[in-house]
């Protein structure tokens, strides 16, 4: 089993800046997908970024495209996701995750933390 803790979310000003943290443990894969996904109130989860664990590559969901940045440590087993120019818009749930595949589909991520709040305030 994997498992993942997520840390880093709060209140924040729209404008500001909040970086997220995601330690995973347990079972690994020989190359997997770090994902960031998040779900609004009575919205469905949306996929916010995602990072090859093996090389790097790392790609964005429209919503996070220029804002946010998504990277991991390697020795400590640690994904990040740095969010910047912060909107109210982006409040939300945010869920790390992990997948086999290069996926921005919430399905194809089978194992996921149990989430950090991020509030948004206008």
């Known amino acids: 089993q994997v498992q993942l803790v997520e840390s880093g979310g709060g209140l924040v000003q729209a404008g500001g800046s909040l970086r997220l943290s995601c330690a995973a443990s347990g079972r690994t894969f020989s190359d997997y997908t770090m994902g960031w996904l998040r779900q609004a109130p009575e919205q469905e989860r949306e996929f916010v970024a995602g990072?090859?664990?093996?090389?790097?590559?790392?790609y964005y969901g429209n919503s996070a495209k220029g804002r946010f940045t998504i990277s991991r440590d390697y020795a400590k087993n640690t994904v990040y996701l740095q969010m910047n120019s912060l909107k109210p818009e982006d409040t939300a749930v945010y869920y790390c995750a992990v997948g086999t595949y290069i996926s921005t589909r919430p399905s194809e991520f089978p194992h996921w933390g149990q989430g950090t709040q991020v509030t948004v305030s206008s």
């Open positions: 990072i090859r664990w093996t090389g790097g590559g790392t």
